[in-house]
């Protein structure tokens, strides 16, 4: 399937249209700063939840951006930065095999178990 | 699985409303379309703060120019959210900064217009970040996981942008004779290019809905202008002002306003380079980037001294 989106849209200029110089040359040496997955604990007593990414030369200037990016509005009370390159995540391909041990043990449910109505407080 | 059946499987998904995330397979279209228009958005926010960071020095009081700081700055943060959901597409974020610097990314065409009044502050909150706003809440929807949560999280700082717009606006649509003519002026500059925003017609492309098919995009370009078109016509009545457009009015038919056409040659001209400051703009984003390579430099050097003393320390 060869598809290209040639159409132009709101918010993407398809390339034929955009008469740029198109001059990637210029490529620098530059070192990248590393990428960083940040938490954030909305409010005491919640869980840290993914906010997003970042880039940073190290873990303090990675919470220092954070603070700056991801709670401007008071959106956090505590901040956790993780080196992207040390997150290991499950393999979306494997997901059916990998999950599907827990799809036949419904006896993990509460609704698996019939009870009669008079049984209070359960 | 063969690609046919991939391909399937993937539309599927999309017809089930179930998002695409970074690590499951994707059309290489869709990927690349993905990553061409989430990169030139983050651009587009980018160069937007130009056009703002202009005034911020000759705001007219403390107060407004505290608000335009923290919109300048919210729209950095834009940049960066959408900048991070692009990297999760396999691209670098020094690539799109360098393909934006050399002029092969584009950004939205808007923001190669002048700001030369204050009331264009207002104008460009009420009628720019309004018309970006309607494209931004259609993509709170978008396939594509990674963008439709950026796009979740901007949409809720946006609206502040369009407010303050139109306050400010309303400030000046009550003041003198020479405010009320500078706000008039402002909307008279503006209306035409934020139009021009939502793209060429709908007739203009003989090309597929792809991306309609993916659900990367849920509204054309034709039904978000009028969208557009229909909100601002209203609003701009509590200004006291009015829109440079003498076709505009009512059709009780279509249950929307009609409007004018729009000048599609300085459309193009605009899109493929050649507006009021395309080359004031590039040549602002370059030297921002150039004058900053030092320090980008000396915080990785001082990063890596820092780990080496803390290696000697535990050895
Ligand atoms: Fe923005
Ligand atoms: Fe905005």
């Known amino acids: 399937m060869h598809i290209q989106i040639k159409k ?4 993407d200029i398809p390339e034929e249209n955009t008469g740029g110089s198109g001059n990637t040359e210029k490529h620098t040496n530059e070192l990248s700063w590393p990428l960083w997955e940040v938490f954030i604990r909305s409010k005491q007593g919640l869980d840290h939840k993914h906010a997003g990414s ?18 401007r509005r008071q959106e956090g009370v505590s901040i956790w930065v993780v080196e992207s390159k040390h997150v ?35 | ?28 279209a869709y990927r690349k379309t993905n990553l061409r228009q989430i ?3 983050a651009h587009s926010e980018i160069v937007g703060m130009l056009p703002e960071g202009n005034w911020i020095s000759r705001a007219p009081s403390l107060k407004r ?37 050399s002029g092969k990314a584009k950004y939205s065409s808007i923001f190669n217009y002048p700001t030369l009044t204050w009331a264009d502050m207002g104008a460009v909150g009420w009628l720019v970040d309004g018309a970006a706003i309607l494209n931004q809440v259609m993509l709170c929807r978008t396939s ?70 993916w659900k990367i995009k849920r509204k054309t370009n034709d039904e978000l202008r009028q969208q557009f078109v229909d909100m601002i016509v209203e609003q701009v009545k509590l200004l006291g002002m009015t829109l440079p457009d003498p076709n505009l009015k009512w059709n009780e038919a279509r249950k ?13 001209n605009v899109v493929k380079g050649n507006g009021p400051c395309n080359k004031q703009r590039l040549a602002a984003r370059n030297k921002a980037h150039d004058e900053g390579a030092w320090v980008r430099a000396a915080a990785l050097a001082y990063a890596e001294k820092r780990k080496n003393r803390l290696k000697t320390k535990a050895a």
């Open chain 1, 8 to 11: 132009f849209y709101y918010g």
């Open chain 1, 54 to 71: 970042l880039r940073a030369a190290d873990a303090e200037m990675a919470v220092e951006n954070a603070r700056d990016v991801y709670t």
């Open chain 1, 88 to 122: 290991h995540a499950s393999n979306p391909d494997d997901a059916e095999m990998f999950y599907e041990p827990a799809s036949d043990k419904i006896y993990r449910h509460p609704t698996f178990y019939d009870l009669p109505d008079e049984l209070k407080h359960m």
């Open chain 2, 1 to 28: 699985m063969s690609v046919i059946d991939l391909e399937k499987a993937f539309q599927d998904k999309i017809d089930k409303e179930i998002k695409i995330e970074p690590k499951d397979w994707m059309p290489e």
């Open chain 2, 39 to 41: 990169s030139q958005h």
């Open chain 2, 65 to 101: 120019k505290a608000i335009l700081i923290a919109k300048v700055q919210d729209e950095a943060g834009h940049g960066l959210y959408l900048y991070s959901a692009a990297e999760t597409l396999g691209t670098s974020r020094d690539q799109m900064v360098e393909d934006l610097n």
């Open chain 2, 144 to 213: 594509y996981g990674p963008y439709a949560r950026a796009m979740v999280r901007i949409c809720k700082e946006e609206s502040f942008h369009q407010r303050q717009g139109f306050e400010s606006l309303l400030v000046l649509s009550k003041g003198s004779q020479a405010q009320r003519d500078m706000c008039q002026d402002a909307i008279n500059r503006w209306w035409w290019p934020s139009l021009m925003m939502f793209g060429p017609k709908d007739s203009e492309s003989t090309n597929s809905d792809q991306s309609i098919k």
């Open chain 2, 256 to 268: 929307h306003y009609d409007f004018g056409e729009i000048n599609w040659e300085e459309f193009w």
